[in-house]
């Protein structure tokens, strides 16, 4: 059985990620993740849909996505198309 979380997206939506399943993408939960064009690392938190209530655009309805939180406590999904461009934290800076 996997373990799954519960956490709340800025507009107030509940939403339940699977915390093992960030594997799928390459990544763990707990991993300090960015895009390589930005400055700011964000927490990997799981995966999950994206759920109704909030516009993802491109994105089919029930698509899994990697979800991250920034050091703000800002919780969002990462596009498919930045999946590739992450990297991880450098665990010497």
């Given amino acids: 059985m996997s373990q799954k979380e519960k956490i709340t997206l800025d507009d107030g939506v509940i939403l339940e ?15 300090r993740v960015r895009p390589d064009y930005a400055e700011n690392y964000a927490t ?6 994206l759920p109704d209530e909030v516009r993802g655009d491109c994105i089919p309805s ?22 590739a461009r992450l990297e991880k934290e450098d665990s010497h800076e």
């Fill in 17 to 31: 990620v699977d915390v093992e399943a960030c594997s799928q993408f390459g990544f763990q939960a707990g991993d």
């Fill in 44 to 49: 990997v938190i799981g995966v999950a849909a």
């Fill in 62 to 83: 029930g698509q899994l996505l990697l979800w991250v939180r920034s050091d703000r406590d800002q919780v969002c999904f990462v596009p498919p198309s930045i999946i």
